[in-house]
């Protein structure tokens, strides 16, 4: 009888906590719908992403641990928001975006794309910070400013067409056809490139790259990451694995320093081996005629090369162009796949990535064995220290990424199917079927362009 009772008690007091759930939720609508309105059309656009930002809490949770909304404090409430505040750096850590907005400063173009993203389906803030915070929802007057904004950020800042209807809105723009560049300096920058071995671990005829797990550096030692193509390096803005560099210039200049990557103790040592070889100091006369030969002509020279090192023409280029015969229907499926699970937000840009640094695992633990991690697993933490860093990893180019196998940094497969269907799992938590995966790769290999020293055809990708 007793227990019954109790049971009966244990029931009515779930039923209020469900019903004030209930009443909480009914009572926000009702609210919000009163006080969220659009910031005043008297404002200017900068003042009105402020009040957009400001009322929607955006930085609460994803402006770092010390910008928290204080209802994390909040019984039940309290305990959601603190869960999505964790979840939502993951997924997109915007302290850098935010300061940059605030000092009218170019936003990096992958920020932009979670924003149009978001905006589109107006799914942030979440419903646990929307409870209680009753001017936050997008609402629809919110998400026209929003857009406009990220349109007009995209292509004042980016040559990003203002698209007239959002389903016209790209992602992805073609490579230009060529870069200028200064003929004689990318000559003398070929010739440095196969001279100093560049070409031993990045190949152009292997689409940039050697297709080994682990190149072999000096002196037969293996490298600790896969190696990165230098095709269409030159459009990114983060480089290495780890992110240690910014600037082509600084990553050849890392590599100089490289034990494993580069032969010469110095730079000095290097170059007394350099002026041995005739053939390439008359292109250094030609190329740098008042200059001696430094560190820094040699980064030149190398990077005016990088510039000559890019894959135009793919099908999918041809495509964005207008052709729309260029690509198959499969692969139109692909890329829509590719937008809908938000592989877009990350790989984007004109190089499809390699515009930002990103966790691996926001939505699924990447690394499966802890135990056998090495420092290299630890991604941007290697170059900071900061623990918000770890497991933080350059977003890769996914231009000719047919070609660049063998994937991720840590080599873990050639096989591009298990690839994309491990993205789609760690990154989103999304088990893709079979012909999900198969329309994705469709589209993926509509990524391979064309280059005189790219030899497609003896190509093959394991699948
Ligand atoms: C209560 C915390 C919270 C607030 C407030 C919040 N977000 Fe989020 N945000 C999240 C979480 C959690 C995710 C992870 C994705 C998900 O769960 O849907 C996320 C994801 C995102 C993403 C990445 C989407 C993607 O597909 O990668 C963007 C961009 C974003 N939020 C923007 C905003 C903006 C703009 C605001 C302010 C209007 C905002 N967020 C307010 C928690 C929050
Ligand atoms: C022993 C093999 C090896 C040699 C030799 C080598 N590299 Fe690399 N390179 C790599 C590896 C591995 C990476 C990825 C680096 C990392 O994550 O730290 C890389 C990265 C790069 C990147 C950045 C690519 C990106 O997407 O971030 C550029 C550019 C580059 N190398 C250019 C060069 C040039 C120029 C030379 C010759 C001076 C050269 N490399 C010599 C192995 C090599
Ligand atoms: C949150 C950002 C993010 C999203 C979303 C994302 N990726 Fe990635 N992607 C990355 C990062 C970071 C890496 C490098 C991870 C590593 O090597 O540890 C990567 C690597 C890859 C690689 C291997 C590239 C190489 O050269 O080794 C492929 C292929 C890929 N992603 C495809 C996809 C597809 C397909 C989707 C959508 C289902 C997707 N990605 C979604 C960030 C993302």
Redesign the pocket.
């Known amino acids: 009888m007793k227990r019954k009772e109790r049971r009966k008690r244990i029931g009515t007091v779930a039923w209020k906590i469900f019903g004030s759930f209930l009443m909480l939720i009914g009572v926000g609508i009702f609210v919000s719908r009163l006080v969220n309105k659009p910031p005043s059309d008297k404002l200017s656009k900068m003042e009105q992403m402020e009040v957009l930002i400001d009322e929607g809490g955006c930085m609460s949770c994803h402006a770092g641990p010390e910008y928290v909304c204080h209802h994390i404090h909040l019984p039940i409430v309290g305990s959601f928001i603190e869960k999505d505040a964790e979840k939502a750096i993951r997924?997109s850590n915007m302290d850098h975006a935010f300061e940059q907005l605030y000092q009218k400063k170019s936003i990096s173009q992958?920020v932009l794309y979670k924003l149009q993203k978001i905006a589109l389906n107006r799914s942030m803030p979440p419903l646990s910070f929307r409870l209680i915070h009753w001017k936050s929802p997008l609402i629809k007057g919110k998400q026209e400013i929003l857009l406009d904004w990220i349109y007009t950020r995209l292509s004042e800042d980016y040559d990003v067409p203002y698209p007239i209807t959002h389903a016209l809105f790209q992602p992805i723009q073609p490579l230009p056809d060529t870069l200028p560049t200064d003929p004689l300096k990318a000559a003398l920058g070929r010739s440095l490139y196969y001279n100093l071995s560049c070409a031993s671990c990045h190949n152009p005829e292997t689409g940039g790259t050697d297709n080994l797990p682990f190149s072999i550096g000096v002196h037969n030692q293996p490298s600790e990451t896969?190696t990165?193509?230098t095709f269409n390096a030159i459009f990114h803005t983060v480089f290495s694995?780890d992110g240690k560099a910014t600037t082509p210039e600084e990553m050849v200049s890392l590599h100089f320093k490289d034990p494993v990557k580069m032969q010469a103790d110095t730079i000095d040592v290097l170059i007394d081996v350099l002026a041995e070889n005739k053939e390439l100091m008359d292109l250094f006369a030609q190329a740098y005629p008042d200059t001696d030969m430094t560190e820094n002509t040699l980064i030149d020279a190398l990077v005016e090369y990088l510039k000559t090192l890019i894959t135009p023409n793919s099908p999918f280029d041809r495509y964005l162009k207008g052709d729309e015969d260029a690509i198959s229907r499969d692969a139109k499926k692909g890329y829509d796949?590719?937008k809908k699970?938000?592989?877009?937000?990350?790989?984007s840009g004109v190089p499809v990535?390699g515009l930002?640094?990103?966790?691996?695992g926001?939505a699924n633990e990447?690394f499966i064995n802890r135990e056998e991690l090495i420092l290299e697993?630890m991604?941007h933490y290697k170059v900071t220290g900061n623990p918000i860093d770890i497991?933080?990893?350059?977003?890769?180019?996914?231009r000719n990424?047919e070609l660049?196998?063998?994937?991720?940094?840590?080599s873990v497969t050639d096989n591009?199917r298990i690839?994309?269907s491990a993205?789609?799992y760690h990154?989103?938590g999304?088990k893709?079927s079979e012909k999900e995966k198969d329309k994705?790769i469709a589209f993926?290999k509509t990524l391979t362009g064309e280059h005189p020293d790219l030899e497609q055809s003896t190509q093959q990708t394991p699948e």
């Open positions: 997924f992958p896969s990165l193509t694995w796949l590719f699970y938000s592989c877009a937000t990350c790989h990535g930002s640094l990103e966790y691996v926001t990447f697993d991604g497991h933080r990893f350059k977003v890769p180019g996914l990424i660049t196998y063998p994937y991720f940094h840590n591009l690839a994309v993205m789609a990154q989103r999304k893709l994705i993926l």
